[in-house]
């Protein structure tokens, strides 16, 4: 079954403490993407990666760092600058076909508090 | 700045009627238009999308509307079921070093009643 995982569905933090949600997909897709989504908002962008070892700021990165060392995993750390992190938080990916425009597919979402 | 408008933040549609759900850009740089549709706690799943070189997609009982010169597109839902009931997100990229790069609107949750 072709997918995209997000783990754990639930995560409580302590403030003042980094924490890492996983991402991972088998679908081939070369763009992975995090977002954030916030009550009554919409899906705001944090960060997105188009490739491997490559990853671009979106318009909410502050507080945030992210990784692609493999196709598959693109996972997202909240650190501590993070000064709001209590939010559901949604994974992406998106096959880049050379110019062609595709849908994005997305996770389940994991939601963060912070206690 | 929002670049991606949902002006209405609900929409209450009799079953069977149509449900007419509306969005503003204002990047004229956008090319491409997805709409998607949620469920709380869950993430997004992909409903139909149009490209800036059309003005119309269909598939099924769903209708995407693009108006190019008033950077305002649609979503026709014919007929309505209360299974529909769900928040409805639009979306727009474009090429260029930003390829790939989706922005949301703010969502319009959607209620059909039986």
């Known amino acids: 079954d072709g997918g995209i995982t997000q783990s754990p569905k639930y995560l409580f933090r302590k403030e003042g403490q980094n924490v890492t949600l996983s991402c991972e997909q088998n679908?081939?897709?070369?763009?992975m993407y995090w977002y954030r989504q916030d009550p009554g908002q919409g899906l705001r962008l944090i960060y997105y990666?188009?490739?491997?070892?490559?990853?671009q700021k979106g318009d909410i990165a502050e507080g945030y760092s992210v990784s692609r060392e493999k196709k598959e995993s693109f996972p997202l750390t909240v650190t501590s600058a993070q000064k709001n992190p209590t939010a559901f938080y949604l994974c992406?990916?998106?096959?880049?076909?050379?110019?062609?425009?595709?849908?994005?597919?997305f996770g389940q979402g994991t939601r963060l508090t912070v206690v | 700045d929002q670049q991606v408008k949902q002006n209405s933040p609900s929409l209450s549609v009799q079953e069977g009627r149509i449900s007419i759900l509306n969005c503003d850009y204002t990047?004229?740089?956008?090319?491409?238009f997805l709409w998607y549709k949620k469920y709380p706690a869950e993430g997004p799943t992909f409903l139909i999308s149009?490209?800036?070189?059309?003005d119309k997609n269909e598939d099924g009982r769903f209708t995407v509307f693009l108006n190019k010169s008033a950077k305002h597109l649609s979503l026709h839902i014919v007929p309505s079921q209360p299974g529909d009931s769900a928040v409805y997100f639009c979306?727009?990229?474009?090429?260029?070093?930003?390829?790939?790069?989706?922005?949301f609107g703010q969502g319009t949750i959607l209620t059909v009643h039986p």
């Open positions: 992406a990916s998106r096959k880049e076909t050379g110019g062609m425009n595709t849908e994005a597919f």
């Open positions: 679908l081939n897709h070369d763009a």
């Open positions: 990666s188009q490739i491997v070892n490559d990853f």
């Open positions: 990047n004229s740089m956008f090319d491409y």
């Open positions: 149009i490209s800036s070189i059309k």
């Open positions: 979306a727009a990229s474009f090429g260029g070093t930003s390829y790939g790069k989706l922005t």
